[in-house]
């Protein structure tokens, strides 16, 4: 282990458990609300909930952090989670789940945020695109092994929402013990959506429609299967090897798009996964093999969209722009997963269950088409013009700093102030 991973280890045990925590909870959210006979319609509205308290967590919380401090604020976020995850078994009313949804994503939010400005601030430039490389696949290996947690109770009882509330409860236990942890930047300036989509629209459109995509593999699709007859035990297969898949499809996506044009590569990873999705709307065996390769397929695809737009966004951003235009594209994309489960529901109750894969082709095609608007419209950068690519999940707009493409704007700061140093000396010199 490296002396730049040794050094945040805490913190990343932390980020680890909570998105352990998380993975559980948004399919067992999804089966408890089938198995309380939830209509379609209102299971959407309360999963969209979480991904608006996102949104809004995003968004004002970042004061909040940098008035109380980041270990009192994360113990906050940490306990009002733990919290609400109870609260879900307490009262099974839908009012009352909305509310407690929203407040949960909000304050996961929240604690992220903090999480990830302390790896920020924790991390040197030179072990930036190491340590992003490490938190993604841990969050990738932490949300999909969470969903194997739902074979160990049935989801219609109390003890799984007591499990996710102690292991949000442990995720404070690393992160407050941390002895070495510097605080970066907790909420970066944001491009207004407008100046993004001056910039670079794909980007901005890309993120968001990467959202809604998310919001409906993590929102809808347990609901999808449980009413589709599947066991717990197969959902939490299907789930698992979705994010599993995503995981392992980014690196090559993301190296091809490296040696071409990034909107070619986006194009044909958007309507590959609009293919998948039509295809999984045309099987009859749900719970089938061929579904499943399927799942994992289109689990690859979609979740490579988001950081092909964002790789895409930075080709035309000016490197002193980087972070704030990576924290609005994060808010454009955490947006569109608040909208992404509400339309799946309705998709899914206007042509039956297959209307949440018909919803995510569409979705694709609408995308696809404005890609090739796009292609029309500007010429593409030189593939040797491109910036690198980097694996990178959704993350907060704390988070946003790690991206080790911000290495640039801080290499030609620190050049510029050495020059200035240079000039100062000199000139010092020449008076003496």
Known sequence: ?????????????????????????????????????????????????????????????GRVIEQVGHVRAFAAFASVVSAA????????????????????????????????????GSTANESRGRLLAIYTALVYL????????????????????????????LALIPLILARSATAGEVAPSRLSLRR?????????VGSFAAGILTGVLFGMMPIYWAQSGLATSEIATFMMVAVFGGLVLQYPVGKISDLFDRRTVILGTTLASGGVAFLMSLIDD????????????????????YPLAVSHANDYIDPSDLVSASAGLVMSGAFGAAIGPIAGAYAM????????????????LVLGA????????????????????????????????????AEYDDE???????????????????VA
């Open 1 to 61: 282990m490296s002396q730049a991973v040794r050094a945040v280890a805490a913190l990343l045990v932390s980020v680890a458990l909570m998105w352990f925590a998380n993975g559980l909870f948004f399919s067992l959210i999804g089966l408890r609300m089938v198995a309380e006979g939830f209509d379609t319609s209102t299971a959407g509205a309360i999963t969209s909930m979480y991904f608006a308290g996102q949104f809004v967590g995003a968004l004002f919380l």
């Open 85 to 120: 995850s109870l609260g879900h078994a307490i009262i099974v009313e839908p009012m009352f789940w909305a509310g407690l949804r929203f407040v949960h994503g909000m304050c996961v939010a929240g604690a992220l945020m903090v999480a990830e400005s302390w790896l920020n």
């Open 142 to 169: 932490s949300m999909g092994s969470g969903q194997q947690l739902l074979n160990l109770y049935d989801p219609s009882d109390f003890v799984l929402f007591s499990l996710a509330s102690i292991l949000f409860s």
């Open 196 to 204: 993004l989509f001056d910039i670079s629209p794909l980007g901005l």
């Open 286 to 305: 749900t719970g089938g093999s061929t579904m499943l390769a399927l799942v994992a397929v289109f689990g690859g695809l979609i979740f490579s969209i």
């Open 349 to 364: 109750e206007l042509m039956g269950p297959s209307g949440l894969f018909q919803f995510c082709a569409g979705t694709c």
């Open 370 to 405: 404005f890609i090739l608007y796009r292609m029309t419209a500007r010429a593409a950068p030189l593939a040797e013009d491109q910036g690198p690519y980097a694996f990178t999940p959704r993350m907060t707009p704390a988070g946003a700093e790690l991206d080790p493409r």
């Open 412 to 430: 030609e700061v620190e050049e510029e102030i050495g020059l200035a140093e240079e000039d100062i000396n000199g000139e010092e010199a020449s």
